[in-house]
């Protein structure tokens, strides 16, 4: 059974930092490409970043691109996101999401705010 | 990127009405097009990949058609259990993208 699952949300200051992680497990990780997507409150989906099973094509939207960095561990399973400079607009709960889309994981929230 | 257009934003229907939804992507996409149903507080659930194909476990009043730039997503007879947000997304082109999602209600 595929299974995504991330952690390290909370509640952080404007301009602290943050890295999620999102474990995987159930298929074989080191051959799909893998997504952040993120959802404000009582907003739609927005894609945040994505990297190739190699890493070798990374990409981010222009909401976070030069702040958050995304990278993975094909040893370990595991994919993550390093947000910089946070702001009150990156309030969202943050999903990992396989390839095309179709797994995702529960999701982990991630507050910003003074 | 490839935009995604989703009509309506929201949409009110009574039980065994049938629900149509379209998605229009700004550029050719095949049929690399998911269809998501999205309940308040759960990650969204994958319904219609490749379009048209429904994912395994989904009830089949629920289909997807299309192809090209014009999608069309339909609830053949509208159950209460069907009331959430459904999304349209594109995989065909990185980075995959969403449209802006239809609330879907009871009348």
């Known amino acids: 059974e595929v299974q995504l699952v991330e952690s390290g949300g909370g509640l952080v200051k404007p301009g602290g930092s943050l890295r999620l992680s999102c474990a995987a497990s159930g298929f074989t990780f080191s051959s799909y490409s893998m997504n952040w997507v993120r959802q404000a409150p009582g907003k739609g989906l927005e894609w945040v970043s994505s990297i190739s099973s190699s890493s070798s094509y990374i990409y981010y939207a222009d909401s976070v691109k030069g702040r958050f960095t995304i990278s993975r561990d094909n040893a370990k399973n595991s994919l993550y996101l390093q947000m910089n400079s946070l702001r009150a607009e990156d309030t969202a709960v943050y999903y990992c999401?396989?390839?095309?889309?179709?797994?995702w994981g529960q999701g982990t929230l991630v507050t910003v705010s003074s | 990127d490839i935009q995604m257009t989703q009509s309506p934003s929201s949409l009110s229907a009574s039980v065994g009405d049938r629900v149509t939804i379209t998605c229009q992507a700004s550029?050719?996409?095949?049929?690399?097009l998911n269809w998501y149903q999205q309940k308040p507080g759960k990650a969204p659930k994958l319904l219609i990949y490749?379009?048209?194909n429904l994912e395994t476990g989904v009830p089949s009043r629920f289909s997807g058609s299309g192809s090209g730039t014009d999608f069309t997503f339909t609830i053949s007879s509208l159950q209460p259990e069907d009331i959430a947000t459904y999304y349209c997304?594109?995989?065909?082109?990185?980075?995959?993208?969403f449209g802006q999602g239809t609330r879907l209600e009871i009348k």
């Open positions: 999401a396989r390839g095309s889309g179709g797994y």
């Open positions: 550029q050719d996409i095949s049929n690399y």
């Open positions: 997304q594109q995989y065909d082109n990185p980075p995959i993208t």
């Open positions: 490749d379009a048209s």
